[in-house]
């Protein structure tokens, strides 16, 4: 499972984003970066500059290896995007990098990735977010605080680099972070009681569509995963990203961003 890419700031652009392609985590279109670079790009005008993902790709991997981070695996989307009555089978771009550096430590259960999009179809800005992977199961729970992006104006090629700089800078920080959380959730045991409540409050706090919610806990009561067998947060949060899975991947920024808020309230009390 990712945990911990969040598509925030929550209040910018990031989470008005429509329909994306979905990573290899999810039942999408795999492609490869050959894919990605060969992604046709629309000509730019006096107030739209649609960057192509291959420099978009580069920009975020010239980031990383700034600050010695090295990427271990990659995998990416493209969905078809329509601009100005012309389809491009390839505008829309969704990726998830996995990370690591020398001086940072995740331990066997977990490890560090970073979430990318970008789109030629102005209806998608270009961003980053990082977080964390969880290698139990193959699932996107989108965990943190920060993350960046630009939409694709005339000074795109003068600003993004600088923003995405600022956010694999605090990739290391969120980490610290992101394993407190992940301990408290550990730490804290839910009775059926709360998690019957939990159900609730995440449907009504729009985590997910109310038809979700038998499913989920159906998947909090009988996990695929040995590992979320314990009757814990940290369990019923891997329920939550297990069965969100199915849903586009523009949506979980903002539903994990609701569900670790009262994930949060339920640790404290």
Not at 99 to 108: I, L, N
Not at 232 to 258: D, G, H, Y
Request: hydrophobic letters at 35%; aromatic letters at 8%.
């Amino acid at each position: 499972m990712v945990v911990g890419c969040y598509l925030t700031c929550m209040n910018s652009p990031l989470q008005r984003e429509e329909t994306m392609a979905r990573a290899s985590f999810f039942s999408g279109n795999k492609v490869t970066e050959a894919d990605v670079r060969s992604a046709e790009t629309p000509p730019e005008t006096r107030t739209h500059v649609p960057m192509p993902h291959g420099e978009f790709l580069d920009n975020v991997l010239s980031v990383l290896r700034g600050q010695q981070w090295e990427v271990t695996s990659q995998q990416f989307g493209l969905d078809k995007g329509k601009l100005d009555d012309v389809v491009y089978p390839m505008a829309r771009l969704f990726g998830v990098l996995k990370v690591q550096k020398e001086d940072v430590v995740t331990g066997d259960e977990y490890q560090l990735a970073i979430g990318i999009r970008n789109a030629h179809d102005k209806r998608v800005t270009a961003g980053m977010v990082g977080g964390l992977s969880v290698m139990v199961c193959d699932n996107l729970d989108f965990f943190g605080d920060f993350g960046t992006s630009h939409k694709h104006t005339v000074n795109i090629r003068h600003e993004l680099p600088a923003r995405l700089w600022q956010v694999v800078c605090k990739l290391t920080e969120a980490h610290s972070n992101h394993r407190v959380a992940i301990d408290s959730y550990k730490a804290r045991e839910i009775s059926d009681t709360e998690s019957h409540d939990l159900i609730v409050q995440c449907a009504d706090r729009g985590v997910y569509p109310w038809q979700f919610g038998e499913k989920v806990l159906s998947e909090y009561r009988k996990p695929r995963h040995e590992a979320f067998e314990e009757r814990t947060v940290w369990a019923f949060n891997n329920a939550v990203t297990e069965i969100l899975k199915a849903r586009r991947v523009s949506e979980l920024p903002t539903s994990m961003s609701r569900f670790h808020a009262l994930a949060k309230d339920v640790c404290m009390n």
